[in-house]
């Protein structure tokens, strides 16, 4: 289905919506103040843009770097060319192990292959230890965001979903009960787990060591009492020294969540004693990336969210409107990358307002990216035919001028003298959930023609 | 294939792939750790109201037998029937670290006391390795944990953190700020997720 029929189901619940859309304004501001805090923020800005960058195009240099410092330091590596090598190379590690039970911390890569079902498929369990994930595991659903995966769900729904599989009592939805219950239930299961699988958020070529950041501790556990740690990145996820982590760990939980830093920030550099570590590489259509000029930035990502929080559309249609493992301005990008045709609709789903650019901790040019991506979506011939005919009838419109001046007149007189049921029907998607703008009295042509004749008066104070 | 040779297939693959249309090189920025980056007048005042807001609380004590005293009147600890030590003089250790091999022996921890490297006011961060403890799994699975740090290693930034440490050289370290926590259940903050339900930094002044 294309993002448009998604968001109407979505907006159908309009107090959910209109929910949904404060709890992630709620986020936004936290971010906008921990960002006001930092003095120099636009120039970590800067520093992390540039060092992704730099790092992009020194990539093989780099990947062959941490290769190296990563073997010295007792870690297996692996490299995956698409999500299936992924998913093989992991069950090969665990099948050697014989293990039974995983525990897994968020890792979106892992849900970008589709592992979780993979794995489970060849009889693993695999238990997501994030609380938001583990309630979207246990609701059999995909996460709504990448940060907060279950902030389409209202505290009764967790609830009820608690109480069905963690027998919690009926009735009870207090967020510190709910989620004492949880810690409970995911104590047991680390304490039985084989292995850990993690994501990561960082990995050092300088060192080989990779950092992995969570406020619930969930990852660190998770790795910390099985023998066996397998980290999953793509990769594009390397930076080149230690120094780097200082400005990519002052930006991303004040974007992500309006934190200082995330609880936990944990380096790994080699297995614990008697123990294995291991990494895979994993491409799946990055090396595609980054030979595209236009598309090359959007691999900056750190995966922080704030696009996410801040876009208007993403607020009010859920994240479940996209249909994609990230979902969002970044993810509207992604997803097309991957598969044109399947999430042809994303790019438009975005009125190109560039909030999501001017929150971007990296500096990814979101917005002018999901233009140039309308741009390829149109040479590959993937835009709805209402779409383009529209399109042109507006450009035809555009280009007269006569034309436009007096559609203008008409549309300003009509907005005035036209009773409602005239104006607000179902062949005007404008009016649909919303009030138009009152009509102004004059274009904006003539008030700037009114503007520029007292502005040349030379005796005008408003000069 | 072998999984041996399919990996280096792999790898090949994926490098030939990457090398074949490489953007021009951009210059890395210079990171000094001196800065210019943000500093506080009084750090360690700055650590302590950051680590409050992380549910964390700060407690300056003039030596470890203050730090003792402080302890043993702390509700957590006074509660906890496993608890754990390895800085000899604060608080007590019902249990031999170093008899236990296997880490999940440690399920049961009610309280650790640990030992911080130096923290951070920017965002009251403490620095540990693995080096202070024979399992790592210490910083996390205890119910209540105490990180103890000298008064003085407090530092103002994160470029001013990783200018003094070896990163690479402990199979685990990282960076603590504030107890564990998870707010995924209709953005209410909730302290106690998966690892400690309350942090306590002790800053030292004799040591």
């Known amino acids: 289905m294309s993002h ?10 309009r107090s959910r919506a209109h929910w949904h859309d404060k709890a992630l304004w709620f986020v936004r501001e936290k971010r906008d103040r921990m960002a006001n805090s930092v003095p120099e923020w636009e120039q970590l800005r800067e520093h992390a843009s540039a060092i992704k960058m730099h790092t992009v195009s020194q990539l ?24 299936e090598d992924h998913n093989r190379i992991v069950l090969e590690i665990l099948q050697r192990h014989s293990v039974k039970r995983i525990v897994k911390s968020k890792s979106m890569l892992t849900e970008e292959c589709h592992l979780n079902p993979f794995l489970e498929k060849n009889g693993i369990e695999v238990v997501d230890t994030d609380l938001g994930e583990r309630i979207v595991q246990l609701r059999n659903e995909p996460p709504s965001h990448i940060v907060l995966p279950a902030i389409h769900i209202r505290k009764e729904e967790v609830g009820e979903c608690f109480h069905e599989h963690l027998g919690t009592e009926k009735g009870a939805s207090d967020p510190a009960y709910l989620t004492e219950a949880a810690r409970g239930h995911l104590r047991q299961k680390f304490c039985q787990a084989d292995a850990g699988i993690t994501g990561v958020n960082f990995a050092i070529a300088e060192t080989g060591g990779i950092v992995v950041c969570t406020n ?17 990145m793509g990769i594009e996820k390397l930076i080149p020294r230690v120094s780097d982590l200082a400005v990519f760990l002052r930006l991303l939980a004040r974007s992500a969540t309006g934190q200082p830093i995330t609880t936990y920030s944990s380096h790994f550099h080699g297995p614990r004693p008697g123990c294995e570590l291991h990494v ?6 990055r090396s595609g990336i980054i030979q595209s000029s236009e598309f090359r930035r959007s691999l900056s990502c750190i995966r922080c969210g704030a696009c996410m929080n801040t876009c208007p559309v993403y607020r009010r249609s859920g994240g479940h409107s996209y249909e994609s493992t990230v979902p969002g301005p970044i993810g509207s990008i992604l997803a097309p990358l991957k598969d044109s045709e399947k999430h042809s609709s994303l790019p438009f789903a975005c009125s190109l307002c560039g909030s999501c650019t001017d929150v971007c901790p990296v500096k990814i040019d979101l917005h002018h990216q999901l233009l140039a991506m309308r741009g390829l979506l149109g040479q590959r011939r993937l835009i709805a035919t209402s779409k383009k005919l529209s399109m042109k009838f507006v450009a035809g419109i555009m280009k007269r001028t006569w034309l436009f001046n007096l ?30 703008p009152e009509a102004p009295a004059k274009s904006f042509r003539q008030m700037y023609a009114d503007r520029k004749s007292t502005a040349s008066n030379p005796g005008d104070k408003s000069k | 294939m072998s999984s041996a040779s399919k990996n280096s297939a792999a790898r090949e693959a994926i490098l030939r792939r990457v090398r074949a249309a490489l953007p021009q090189s951009t210059p890395l920025p210079e990171l000094p750790a001196s800065g210019p980056w943000q500093t506080f007048e009084d750090p360690t005042t700055r650590f302590r109201e950051v680590l409050e807001s992380v549910g964390g609380l700060m407690v300056r004590v003039p030596d470890v037998g203050a730090a003792d005293a402080w302890l043993r009147d702390f509700e957590p600890w006074k509660k906890s029937a496993t608890r754990l030590t390895v800085i000899p003089g604060l608080g007590d250790s019902t249990l031999d670290l170093n008899s236990i091999d296997d880490p999940h022996a440690l399920e049961h921890v009610g309280f650790a006391v640990l030992k911080g490297h130096f923290g951070v006011a920017e965002n009251a961060a403490v620095w540990v390795t693995d080096a202070d403890v024979r399992h790592r799994v210490l910083y996390f699975i205890p119910q209540h944990m105490a990180l103890a740090i000298p008064a003085s290693q407090i530092v103002n930034n994160m470029h001013e953190a990783y200018g003094r440490i070896q990163v690479g050289g402990y199979p685990f370290s990282g960076f603590i700020s504030g107890p ?17 339900r309350s942090l306590v930094v002790f800053l030292i002044e004799e040591w």
């Open chain 1, 4 to 13: 448009p029929p998604l968001a109407a189901e979505f907006t159908a619940n």
């Open chain 1, 60 to 83: 093989p240099l780099y990947l062959e770097q941490f290769e190296r410092n990563a073997l010295a330091l007792g870690v297996h590596v692996h490299w995956a060319e698409t999500a």
């Open chain 1, 216 to 232: 619930e501790g969930n990852a660190d556990l998770g790795v910390s009492l099985p023998k066996v740690h397998i980290a999953c």
């Open chain 1, 280 to 285: 895979v590489l994993v491409d799946d259509g």
């Open chain 1, 407 to 436: 559609l203008g007149k008409f549309a300003r007189l009509s907005l005035r003298v036209l009773p409602r049921f005239a104006i607000y029907h179902r062949f005007n998607p404008w009016g649909r959930q919303r009030e138009l």
């Open chain 2, 180 to 196: 564990s926590k998870t707010a995924d259940i209709e953005q209410s903050l909730v302290i106690g997720a998966h690892g400690a």
